[in-house]
């Protein structure tokens, strides 16, 4: 990550409601730039954990300091203000215009008016809400989707270091979900924060975090990262939470770098039909899930017929088989094994000067090598 410092150090934290035990002993660090992910099930004590970090909960044990100050010792209103919170009922007021619900935090700290109307319309054009268009109306006004992109706005708007997000997508159906959570893993702005987000969508934590924190009856079952909690579970409670959407995971998890010592043995041959172009060239650390998704909507969509690397047919020889779908990995000139595999375990990966033809059938046999391997480790 970016700091050696912790943005966010959480030590021995607990929560006590009565004789119930919300959160017990929990601790983690969270550098700079790093997002995580809490999860679990419901009761599991994900959003105490998450309130405790703002001061909206206060523990009955344990620490919490944000960048190096024990937040004890500083007033909640304004700990609050240099903290960005997006919750799953958005919260806007409603009395407000978007521009206004914006500008709260900006107001309070006393941002110049100038600045805050330049730093509402540049949120909400990257959030892809039309200042011209949507800046007057009221939140009654907008959908489900909007509601949440300007929830989203309102926590950027006074730039803070640190993102807290509860089941910011959850009131959303799925279709608008996805799309959201797609704008949000590439907002720029988002790269730069520390965030920290609840949620009880699997595949959303897998999709969003750098690492995850499963919890369960307030105790952090295994802190790591999507693929570590995937092929490395600390314990049975991991392994069968995942275990109903262990496919899917795999395909959202492992890149095209994690194929590559199985894709030379399986290259291509004969005719494909479409040669390389700028929409059907994949990066090397695309997932297998979006090279699966390239493939099909590349698949039907015949572009000129390109030789490789067979010798054409002749009168004397049958006719080749029907020509595959291909998408052109990048050329790679170099391979690092992931970082949190034991050096017992690397892989020595072949490197391809010019881009490396891949289709579907190529694609499933490689990713299933890599998942044997992964689950022998």
């Known amino acids: 990550m970016l700091d050696s410092q912790p943005v966010i150090r959480v030590r021995g934290l607990s929560k006590h409601y009565g004789a119930q035990t919300v959160v017990q002993n929990v601790s983690f660090e969270l550098a700079a730039g790093e997002t995580l992910v809490l999860l679990g099930p419901s009761g599991c004590g994900k959003t105490t954990l998450l309130k405790t970090l703002n001061r909206l909960i206060e523990p ?13 010792h500083q007033r909640p209103e304004l700990l609050r203000r240099g903290i960005g ?8 007021l409603p009395h407000l215009t978007v521009a206004e619900n914006v500008a709260v935090v900006p107001k309070l700290l006393g941002h110049p008016a100038a600045e805050i109307t330049a730093r509402t319309e540049e949120l909400l054009t990257r959030l892809h809400l039309p200042p011209a268009r949507y800046a007057g109306q009221y939140p009654r006004q907008l959908s489900g989707g909007q509601q949440q992109r300007v929830g989203l706005a309102r926590a ?7 993102i807290l997000l509860d089941e910011p997508f959850g ?3 799925p279709i608008t979900r996805a799309g959201i959570r797609r704008e949000f893993r590439e907002l720029e702005e988002l790269r730069q924060k520390t965030v920290v987000m609840v949620t009880h969508d699997v595949q959303e934590a897998f999709e969003l975090a750098d690492r995850i924190m499963l919890l369960n009856a307030g105790q952090v079952q295994q802190l790591g990262t999507p693929r570590e909690l995937l092929f490395r579970p600390a ?17 959202r998890t492992l890149t095209l770098n994690d194929l590559l010592p ?4 399986h290259s291509p041959s004969g005719y494909v039909y479409n040669s390389q172009s700028g929409t059907n060239t994949i990066r090397p650390d695309a997932t297998v899930q979006q090279a699966l998704e390239q493939l099909s909507a590349q698949a039907g969509s015949v572009v000129d017929a390109a030789f490789f690397p067979a010798p054409p047919p002749t009168p004397s020889l049958p006719e080749p088989p029907p020509a595959p779908t291909v998408l052109w990995l990048q050329a790679i000139t170099s391979f690092s094994t992931p970082p949190e595999l034991p050096v017992a375990n690397q892989l020595v990966a072949p490197t391809f000067k010019a881009p490396f033809p891949l289709t579907l059938p190529s694609l499933m046999a490689a990713f299933g090598q890599a998942i044997q391997h992964f689950q022998r480790l």
């Open 262 to 265: 199985y894709l030379a043995n």
């Open 60 to 72: 009955d044990a344990g620490t919490v300091e944000v960048q190096g100050q024990d937040v004890r």
């Open 85 to 92: 919170y997006v919750i799953q009922q958005v919260g806007l």
């Open 171 to 173: 009131a959303l159906d």
């Open 235 to 251: 314990n049975d409670f991991v392994r069968q939470f995942f275990a109903a959407e262990q496919l899917t995971l795999q395909l």
């Open 156 to 162: 950027l708007a006074a730039n803070p270091p640190i």
